[in-house]
């Protein structure tokens, strides 16, 4: 079968592997739809610790299909049936595991990462992700390939959960890529008032406007605090999420939030720029809450599915580009360039 195997930063190939074969706990997917994630981008340019050098590994976490073949133990599944992978399989048995939370377990695997993943004609689905509920059935009228959004989709509700939208709140979004306009569709629909978007490019300030939001700021033009204190009478924003990994925009989020705030660190900073200047007299006198949020449990890969299925939110125009394995470095390349929103790989 062909694979995009990554061999180092900068080395990913179109290779001839061997097709997986299963035992008789494990299944075979065969994958329709795989996205490209910024984790993937990162990788590609400078690894992971999962990954330790030397190794290959067939990247992709964002994906759909179908099943192609069933061991012989496995009663949940059958040949054919349409299914979607939350992909952290956690180990079952810890805390975090045991609470539900099995993106948070210290000793996770993960597709396209520490195992085999969808950017292949088939891969292995091993036993822990049957029996530990990862696997889910797509329902009615859900495609492939808006199956394969879910996981970043999964991510922005886990996130946007934690911030508590109410409705009548006001939401400044940081950020308009393809994350920021997931969180977008679902601060409107968990009833925001109004949707402000920061983005310093142009093309995705537009973007942004055409997916429903009511104001676009580019801050590198613009001043922002003026613009927010214009758009909420001077109280400052409800909810902010970070959805952009930049210090700056983290430590003015203290700044642009209203008393009794909430605001979410969705975006990773780059390693080296890790650390904030915090001023928490802001926290301790608007009493704000500040809260990071960090991929999805199988719970919210769920529950966010059957927000896809619903038809209250249409991922589908976020897909700018498909691309067949044979071009995987071009689909890369287009990924990276922030030219695009959300690009499929389709095997």
């Known amino acids: 079968m062909l694979a995009a195997v990554y061999h180092s930063p900068g ?7 061997e097709r997986p074969s299963i035992g008789e706990e494990e299944a075979l997917l065969r994958v329709r739809a795989a996205s490209i994630c910024g984790t993937d981008l990162r990788i590609y340019s400078s690894g992971h610790f999962k990954i330790p050098p030397g190794t290959s590994r067939i990247l992709g976490h964002e ?15 059958t040949s054919g049936m349409r299914i979607a992978i939350a992909p952290n399989i956690g180990c079952g048995v810890c805390e975090q595991c045991i609470q539900g939370h ?47 959004l879910n996981e970043p989709f999964s991510c922005c509700y886990n996130g946007s959960r934690t911030c508590r939208i109410e409705p009548g709140d006001s939401v400044l979004i940081v950020g308009a890529g393809p994350i920021g306009i997931m969180h977008l569709f679902l601060a409107s629909l968990s009833g925001a008032s109004k949707v402000l ?41 409800d909810v902010i999420i970070v959805a952009a990994p930049s210090p700056a925009a983290q430590e003015q989020a203290l700044e642009l939030a209203a008393p009794q705030g909430r605001i979410n660190f969705f975006g990773g900073l780059p390693q080296g720029r890790e650390f904030i200047n915090f001023n928490s007299n802001r926290v301790h006198y608007k009493q704000l809450v500040v809260t990071g949020t960090t991929g999805s449990s199988n719970y919210q ?26 071009k995987v470095e071009e689909a890369f390349t287009l990924a990276a360039s922030k030219k695009a929103m959300k690009v499929l790989i389709t095997p």
């Open 301 to 326: 890969y769920r529950k966010s599915m059957g927000i896809i299925a619903s038809g209250r939110v249409d991922l589908s125009p976020l897909i700018s580009a498909r691309f067949p394995l044979s």
């Open 102 to 148: 099995n993106h948070l377990c210290s000793t996770y695997e993960a597709f396209g990462i520490s195992l085999d993943g969808a950017f292949s004609e088939y891969m292995l689905i091993p036993k822990e992700a049957i029996q530990q509920g990862n696997i889910v059935p797509l329902p009615e009228g859900v495609s492939f390939e808006e199956a394969a």
């Open 11 to 17: 080395d990913i190939r179109v290779e001839e592997v």
């Open 197 to 237: 978007v920061s983005e310093m490019i142009e093309e995705r300030l537009t973007e942004a406007l055409e997916f429903g939001a009511d104001l676009a700021i580019n801050p590198a033009k613009e001043d922002l605090p003026a613009a927010i204190g214009e758009a909420t009478d001077g109280r400052g924003v």
């Open 63 to 77: 994906f759909a299909g179908e099943v192609a073949e069933v061991g012989s133990m496995v009663k949940s599944l």
